[in-house]
């Protein structure tokens, strides 16, 4: 394809790299999960009000 086409594609065009397979299911970051969901356990939920 022309780079002209894949400027008028209503669909985008991506290419993923098979070597991204082997992180597949690992945590990458386990202190920023942690932390993650630490902050994520003491948020509270906005209140729904009704009119």
């Known amino acids: ?3 002209e ?3 008028k594609a ?3 065009i991506v290419k993923i ?3 991204l397979e082997e992180f ?3 945590i990458l ?3 920023k999960l ?3 969901n630490k ?3 003491k948020v509270k939920l906005p209140v729904e009000t009704s009119k």
């Open 24 to 26: 597949r299911g690992k």
């Open 34 to 36: 942690e932390l993650a």
């Open 39 to 41: 902050m994520l356990e």
């Open 10 to 12: 209503k669909i985008p």
């Open 5 to 7: 086409d894949l400027n």
């Open 17 to 19: 790299n098979k070597k």
């Open 1 to 3: 394809m022309k780079v």
């Open 29 to 31: 970051f386990p202190e």
